[in-house]
Antibody, heavy 118, light 113 residues
Framework: EVQLVESGGGLVKPGGSLRLSCAASGFTFSNAWMSWVRQAPGKGLEWVGRIRSKTDGGTTDYAAPVKGRFTISRDDSINTLFLQMNSLKTEDTAVYYC?????????WGQGTLVTVSS | DIVMTQSPDSLAVSLGERATIHCKSSQSVLYTSYNKNYLAWYQQKPGQPPKLLIYWASTRESGVPDRFSGSGSGTDFTLTISSLQAEDVAVYYCQQYYTTPFTFGPGTKVDIK
């Protein structure tokens, strides 16, 4: 069974940093493209960015609002996806989901809440 | 960026009746070389992550009941729940994956009348 478990969320001040993790199991993580999708409280879904598998280059794409501030990485040796978030803004407050990425998102974690507030 | 719109914002349908949700993209998401529409539908129940229902505009994900169906091509798409069940109360989102940034519609809330 595919499982994605996010962690690392919490309360952070504007301008601060946070690193989210997503532990994957039940599939061959190293072959998978992965994405982060976020959802602000009471709002819709917003794609944050993706990382390709190493065999497909391991490259990343980002949405404009986070480009230059957020970095997606992966450690295939421990089946874990990361989202490094720097220069956080109040508008980054959201539940952050990691997903398997076939361009559509077929498996989702339960999400981790990031709150950016002074 | 491709902008996705949905209508209606919300709808209430009697149990056993049909629910229809529309999704429109600001440009075509049909990749003509493959003759595939790069359009997916998700269901999100309160307090839960989204769940993939439909991809390639009309292919049901494994395990999704056959009362859910997707149709459409190019810029106009429809999600139909043929006979609404109580467990279908949720918000439904469409998403284009034709090009990055991937974008979602604003969602349609489905309730029981």
């Amino acid at each position: 069974e595919v499982q994605l478990v996010e962690s690392g969320g919490g309360l952070v001040k504007p301008g601060g940093s946070l690193r989210l993790s997503c532990a994957a199991s039940g599939f061959t993580f190293s072959n998978a493209w992965m994405s982060w999708v976020r959802q602000a409280p009471g709002k819709g879904l917003e794609w944050v960015g993706r990382i390709r598998s190493k065999t497909d280059g391991g490259t990343t794409d980002y949405a404009a609002p986070v480009k230059g501030r957020f970095t997606i990485s992966r450690d295939d040796s421990i089946n874990t996806l990361f989202l490094q978030m720097n220069s956080l803004k109040t508008e980054d407050t959201a539940v952050y989901y990691c997903t398997t990425d076939r361009a559509y998102f077929d498996c989702w974690g339960q999400g981790t809440l990031v709150t950016v507030s002074s | 960026d491709i902008v996705m719109t949905q209508s209606p914002d919300s709808l209430a349908v009697s149990l056993g009746e049909r629910a229809t949700i529309h999704c429109k993209s600001s440009q075509s998401v049909l990749y003509t070389s493959y003759n595939k529409n790069y359009l997916a539908w998700y269901q999100q129940k309160p307090g839960q992550p989204p769940k993939l229902l439909i991809y390639w505009a009309s292919t049901r994900e494994s395990g999704v009941p056959d009362r859910f169906s997707g149709s459409g091509s190019g810029t106009d798409f429809t999600l139909t729940i043929s006979s609404l069940q109580a467990e279908d109360v949720a918000v439904y989102y469409c998403q284009q994956y034709y090009t990055t940034p991937f974008t979602f519609g604003p969602g349609t809330k489905v309730d029981i009348k």
